[in-house]
């Protein structure tokens, strides 16, 4: 292939980044920033669009991106407000809760005319529902939106920062959603009338909103492909869990990767399971390691 015509896969993830603070130690965060760590790691350009403060915590983020190799060019300085901080509470069954500070530098992303044509190259733009809990960061969104051709919406809700007006709006602007058995539940009783298991319930937002992709993750159980006319479930690599911190954000990059790098669905799937169970067999969401290793454990599942 001539050099002068290869083109680098890009995604632009746009939200949080923040410092997830642990009983124990304070690791980088927040779910599109996870997303981007992993996407980097495929040898995918990723680039983030959020907001930190003039802080020692927000030089201190931008230095770590910076060094994983993810653009921070769209990244706001903000001299009024902080850089975000979560606190992060492991309960039963290695699950996390999250006290999220509010009024982080991150709710005040302002849209930028240059925005627009990142948003316009790339080969995926990511989102989620924590960003849209302010008016300035969900109007660049609901902007950004406009300019995107692939639209990946990772659901992530935290509690109590969503409304069913806004999840609303943003699944009809998705191709792809990903999201969990709870939140599958939750939108369920929110939008249709029955109960329904969770084939029927995928359909019905499928058909409701026109979601061409959706993927269900299951935690120990799998996870469960579906496009409109058929679907395909994969089973969780068997792993030792030190925590869940970040498992999702590392199987939607792993999976989109190899999406955008147009390989098979399957074989998206088996590196996005790879990827989910290695990181929670780790401590925090962006674990170091190598893609061969991950070809390794991906190809043996196969």
Not at 109 to 138: C, P, W, Y
Not at 171 to 195: A, R
Not at 224 to 245: G, H, R
Request: hydrophobic share 35%; with cysteine; aromatic share 10%.
């Amino acid at each position: 292939m001539n050099s002068s015509n290869f083109r680098k896969n890009k995604v632009v993830c746009y939200g949080e980044v923040l410092w997830d603070i642990f009983p124990n130690q304070t690791k980088p965060g927040g779910a599109p920033m996870n997303v981007a760590y992993h996407l980097n790691k495929f040898g995918v350009e990723s680039k983030m669009i959020s907001r930190v403060g003039t802080d020692q915590l927000g030089k201190d983020l931008l230095n770590i991106l910076n060094g994983w190799g993810v653009s921070i060019n769209n990244c706001q300085i903000d001299d009024v407000n902080q850089t975000g901080v979560v606190n992060a509470i492991a309960g039963e069954d290695h699950e996390m809760s999250y006290v999220i500070k509010a009024d982080a530098a991150w709710d005040h992303i302002d849209f930028m005319n240059h925005h627009v044509e990142e948003v316009k190259s790339a080969d995926a733009f990511v989102f989620g529902t924590l960003s849209t809990r302010s008016q300035k960061s969900r109007e660049t969104l609901y902007k950004l939106l406009e300019q995107a051709s692939y639209k990946v919406f990772d659901i992530n809700l935290r509690p109590p920062f969503y409304s069913k007006e806004i999840i609303e709006h943003l699944l009809n602007e998705c191709n792809l959603l990903k999201l969990n058995q709870s939140e599958l539940q939750l939108l369920n009783s929110w939008f249709c009338k029955e109960k329904l298991d969770e084939k029927s319930s995928v359909r019905f937002l499928q058909s409701r909103y026109n979601i061409n992709e959706v993927i269900v993750t299951k935690g120990s159980s799998g996870a469960t492909y579906y496009d409109m006319e058929t679907e395909c479930s994969f089973p969780a690599n068997k792993v030792k869990v030190k925590d869940t911190v970040g498992s999702g954000d590392s199987f939607l990059a792993a999976f989109l990767a190899k999406k955008i790098q147009n390989e098979p669905v399957e074989t998206g799937m088996y590196y996005a399971t790879a990827l989910g169970a290695f990181v929670t067999s780790q401590e925090g969401a962006c674990p170091d390691y190598q893609i061969e290793y991950l070809d390794q454990l991906a190809i043996s599942e196969m």
